[in-house]
């Protein structure tokens, strides 16, 4: 049985190792569409990266529509320290060919999930919220018609990257995170806890440029520029591979780990703007509305990570 996902992303390296993963996958993941969000880099270059990616694929056949260009109400913060001016930075790769799908992100987003048989779209945002809370926004009845959303953002007990208190993707737009995680639509997160256990490590990158194709040699790139920020940070041995968790508990569940739980975003306090309040040990009296992970099988991960690239 496969699963129908929509890819929301601001590719992004590691957005793009996650959207490799899914195409790769066809017998168990179909791609209604990748909706592009300004995140990582400006929406021009995330909206033009999410079709270098499916070009790299091979799968122009999956439709790639812009979204919002700027958060909800605060104006966008990037992370090209990070990941490049292009977002795309290690790889040479070829401008797309492949056009933009006509119509904006947020109308797909809706349309789709009015169209399709309800509870049978799985939403896996890989980047801010802000395309995601903009449908909810306008269509309100699309949220009893979500299957599950499934998302990297947030961090607590790894705490921030772009600030000590928030994770990027919650703190570029945390009205939009707010109210995602306010949605009461079936909720699996993949913060920090988790993908900093998946880290890229000289041998897993060697097994991704070992595959001797276009796509190895393109992610084995992007790791080695992706990475550096990571490891003269936090001293690691590689770079957390934090996109492609969302893809990979798609496929595999089994070897994430994580808490039924609480979590409230922060949107008042400058100090903490953007913080994911997990709690993680329930002494809050809230309802749990968030499976939120904090561990995951790091070699099962990369077998499979490396065993699907090597199928494209
Ligand atoms: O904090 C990590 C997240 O921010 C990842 O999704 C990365 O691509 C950036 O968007
Ligand atoms: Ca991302």
Not at 180 to 195: E, H, N, Q, R, Y
Not at 252 to 280: C, K, Q, Y
Request: net charge negative.
């Amino acid at each position: 049985m496969t699963r129908k996902i929509i890819i929301d992303t601001d590719p992004g390296q590691d957005d793009a190792v996650a959207i490799l993963l899914a195409l790769a996958s066809p017998d168990d993941i179909d791609v209604l569409g990748i909706t592009a969000v300004a995140g990582n880099v400006p929406l021009p270059l995330t909206s033009k990266n999410a079709r270098i990616v499916c070009e790299l694929a091979g799968r122009t056949d999956v439709p790639v529509y812009a979204g919002c260009d700027a958060p909800l109400s605060r104006k966008l913060v990037t992370a090209e320290h990070v990941h490049g001016k292009t977002g795309l930075d290690g790889p040479v790769l070829p401008d797309p060919t492949m056009p933009l799908a006509p119509g904006h992100a947020v109308d797909f987003i809706i349309d789709t999930l009015r169209n399709q048989d309800p509870g049978s779209v799985t939403l896996c945002p890989l980047g801010p919220l802000t395309n995601i809370a903009r449908a909810l926004q306008q269509a309100p009845d699309i949220a009893g018609r979500v299957q599950e959303i499934v998302l990297m953002g947030g961090a607590y007990f790894e705490v921030g990257n772009i600030t000590p208190a928030a994770e990027f993707n919650i703190y570029v737009d945390p009205e939009a995170a707010e109210i995602v995680f306010k949605s009461g639509i079936k909720l699996t997160v993949m913060p920090l806890d988790v993908t900093h256990r998946a880290l890229v490590t000289p041998h897993r990158n060697d097994a991704f440029r070992a595959l001797g194709h276009g796509v190895g040699h393109a992610v084995a790139e992007m790791t080695d520029f992706f990475e550096r920020f990571d490891k003269e940070k936090y001293g690691s041995e590689g770079a957390p591979l934090h996109d492609p968790c969302v893809i990979a508990y798609l496929l595999r569940p089994d070897i994430f780990h994580g808490r039924f739980i609480n979590v409230e975003i922060e949107t008042g306090s400058d100090l903490t703007l953007g913080m994911t309040v997990a709690d993680w040990w329930r002494v809050s009296g809230r309802t749990p509305n968030a499976t939120f992970m904090n561990d995951v099988d790091a070699d099962a991960f990369f077998d499979l990570l490396t065993e699907r690239l090597a199928r494209l």
